[in-house]
């Protein structure tokens, strides 16, 4: 079992900063794949970033160049620093890690931090 504790979302005004932090603990081996979705009223969830346990990052086309993810493995916590927002990035914003060991994956998932940018 995997317990995530996000912090760090807020009000922002357009063109500003954030930065979203996440703190993984529970029974750990290794955390494949860390990462950050978000959910805005009416839409669907969508992947925003993520990072594998090696350093290869993803980033969807709508953040590439503003946002930027990054993680600790040994202290199993993930960051994504947010630039130049815009209002189309207010969103509740979840954290997210994938564990996979022989036959079983895992997800698990924040309980999700508003983010409000303001135009």
């Known amino acids: 079992q995997v317990q995530l504790v996000e912090s760090g979302g807020g009000l922002v005004q357009a063109g500003g900063s954030l930065r979203l932090s996440c703190a993984a603990s529970?029974?750990?081996?290794?955390?494949?794949?860390m990462g950050w979705y978000r959910q805005a009223p009416g839409e669907q969830r969508e992947l925003v970033a993520d990072i594998t346990s090696g350093g290869d990052t993803y980033y969807a086309d709508s953040v590439k160049g503003r946002f930027t993810i990054s993680r600790d493995n040994a202290k199993n916590t993930v960051a994504l620093q947010m630039n130049s927002l815009k209002a189309e990035d207010t969103a509740v914003y979840y954290c997210n890690t994938i564990i996979i060991t022989p036959g079983r994956r895992m997800s698990s998932w924040g309980q999700g931090t508003q983010v409000t940018v303001s135009s």
């Open positions: 529970g029974t750990i081996f290794v955390i494949n794949k």
